[in-house]
């Protein structure tokens, strides 16, 4: 059974960081491409990130580039996602997902950017 | 980019209606489209990939078709678990963009 467990989130203030991650069992991790959606309160889905299986290709939406920096450890079958210069904006559920066909899910985890 | 335009944004239905949600794609994405099911305070649910290929496990009142700039997600007849917020999601190139989303409330 494939399993997504996001952790790392929480309040950060303005301008500050956060690192979040997505432990990965079930299936084999280095061979699929990996995404981060986040969802604002009350909003849409919103693709984030993704990275290929041997994570040399990365991909952002316009609204992180230069800000945030996914990545992944494949013996440890980990999932990243740096976060810089947070604003609030920001703030949303962030999800891991798994293939490129984004099959699977995590439950999230809560990021707040807030004074 | 690619833009998914997603209608109706909401929608009240009864149970045993038939309901149709479409997207609509800015460019062609061959079949690179997924449908999604969210309830509230859960992770979304893959229903459907590939355009019309169904999920394991998702019932198959549940059906997705189209190709190129045109795709709908249809339920044959409602049932009281479906309520929830269904969304596409463009799988053909980067940056990966999402409909809307379409609630079904109940009528």
């Known amino acids: 059974e494939v399993q997504l467990v996001e952790s790392g989130g929480g309040l950060v203030q303005p301008g500050g960081s956060l690192r979040l991650s997505c432990a990965a069992s079930g299936f084999i991790f280095s061979s699929h491409e990996m995404n981060w959606v986040r969802q604002a309160p009350g909003k849409g889905l919103e693709w984030v990130s993704s990275?290929?299986?041997?994570?040399?290709?990365?991909y952002y939406v316009d609204s992180v580039k230069g800000r945030f920096t996914i990545s992944r450890d494949n013996s440890k079958k980990t999932l990243y996602l740096q976060m810089n210069s947070l604003t609030a904006e920001d703030t949303a559920l962030y999800y891991c997902a798994r293939g490129d066909k984004v099959a699977d899910w995590g439950q999230g985890t809560l990021v707040t950017v807030s004074s | 980019d690619i833009q998914m335009t997603q209608s109706p944004s909401s929608l009240s239905a009864s149970v045993g209606d038939r309901v149709t949600i479409t997207c609509r794609a800015s460019?062609?994405?061959?079949?690179?489209l997924g449908w999604y099911q969210q309830k509230p305070g859960k992770a979304p649910k893959r229903l459907i990939y590939?355009?019309?290929s169904l999920q394991n496990g998702v019932p198959s009142r549940f059906s997705g078709s189209g190709s190129g700039t045109e795709f709908t997600l249809t339920i044959s007849s409602l049932q009281p678990e479906d309520f929830a917020t269904y969304y596409c999601l463009q799988q053909n190139s980067y940056p990966r963009t999402f409909g809307q989303g379409t609630k079904v409330e109940i009528k």
């Open positions: 990275i290929s299986g041997g994570g040399l290709s990365t």
């Open positions: 460019q062609g994405i061959r079949n690179d």
């Open positions: 590939g355009a019309s």
